[in-house]
DNA sequence: CTGGGGAGGGGGCCC
DNA sequence: TGGGCCCCCTCCCCA
């Protein structure tokens, strides 16, 4: 139902109005519909030149017009509290209000009221603020319900800065954030741009944020545990992602279908987690993504977006607004390893151990319960673990093609399967293979096996390779999640590949006595 | 349209 | 406490 009502507000929506998904601010909504244009923004259209304030001055007055009751036509209740604001300013912000006041635009001649019970006052106050100003104050308390506002209010950059706003309260430490770095420099270096990984595109090759209101304040305060200001670039405006070799859009329309956005963004910590969630708060059915959002959520799921980690003071860089010579200047050094989440984002919701019920020995059994959600575990462990599924958290990248996990065995498993063939079965006819009967496959970064018969139906010959050319996929040394693995490196020079001019497969002798012997090599390696 | 299989992801729990 | 295994579920692709 919200969609298709969604889609109608759309139709109706005049040129400039914005996007539904991914305008959340009325002035970008103006360089974005100038954009689809072809055009520059505003007032770079005529003459040339640009009044940089001049997007600001408006808002700025349209708050204070909201501030002084002057020309507003809407009123929203929330929780029997009473918001003024402009329909077409709510229009231009929301895709809930574009769907809404769409359908009431007939009655210009009297006010338009919204009633809302799904969020507090408190949380539209951050909303409506962020509409007028573009400043959205996050805090570690307010933050799921600011999200999960704007997930109603169909406000998606909101949402996505609430998600990068929790990621980024993680616990991830700075080796962790040079080694997304220096992978992303690897892999433009090595292949050109291929990468699958959206890891240092984004915000922070950008050398100036395109907004031309930007505050003199901007940048972010924390004062104490509330964080003021947290503003942000829109994903739309931030710059465009490397394009992907034809092997990894073939990977990413899977991930794309599969998980719309790159990084697996259908762990939208807020989505994903709908089923543990109270989500009495979301209206049926408007969950449904937009391309935009889709896009947003991408660009969002980016390791390096909005990360900015420091100690004490430094922290104030972490969001998402980065002081340009923040954004510049080279990553802090990867030996200091940043403090614990606990202490460096003290209002992150703290692990709180519950009573649970009780043991088989009638003591009282702790347990710990999500912040969340309504999950409990036993240990803690498990609900750090758990917690990776509310924040996105991938620390766990795959060498071989990028993909990256949350959980490092997940990451085995999949290298085991995807990238070593461990399964001694056809993948054709399914049969189990051996050394002597069948061969693996190599396809990209794939790894499969194929009978002997399969492989002769599919008219590929058959070619020995040495054996030492047979393990290109390594895991990295030493149990350490930041080492990589080295996607034959060492070896390439010695593989004797034979590809298959039709379907670029490489094909490689079966041992499985020597495949085995790797895989034992190489299970020490992965802990 | 449907069922099977592959892959990914989450939880429990052992070491 | 982290790593790893097992189990289960869901999603997607394909025949």
Redesign the pocket.
Known sequence: MGSGLRERGAERAPPGAGDSASSACPSIAAERAAAARGTPAGPHVCFGMEISSHQFHLLEQLNEQRRQDLFCDCNILVEGKVFKAHRNVLFASSGYFKMLLSQSSKEMTQPTTATFQAFSPDTFTVILDFVYSGKLSLTGQNVIEVMSAASYLQMTDVISVCKTFIKSSLDISEKEKDRYFSLSDKEVNSNGGEQPCLYSAGWRAESSPPHSHSNPDQGTCMRGNVWSNFNYYPASQRSTQQQPSKHDQRQD??KK???PGLQ?PS?IPHY?SSK?EDRAAEPAGHISQSEDQVQVEAEVESPHVGYQYGQGSDVISRSLAVPQQERDSPRPSSKSKSPKADEQYPSMPSIVGVMGGWAEDDLPRMRFKCPFCT?M??????L???L??HTGERPYPCEACG?R??????L???FR??HQACKL?CRKC?RHVTELTGQVVQEGTRR?RLCNECLAEAGIDSIRIDLEAEAPLEFPPD?D?DSRWHYGEDNKSDVEIVEDGSSDLVIQQVDDSEDEAEEKEV?PN??
């Open positions: 329309s899977i279908s599969r998980h697996q762990d994903k543990l999950h575990v036993k240990r803690k462990a498990d750090k673990r758990h990776r599924c993909k996990f949350s959980r490092l065995d997940h085995s498993s999949h399967t995807i079965i399914k499969y149990g999640k299970k992965i802990r």
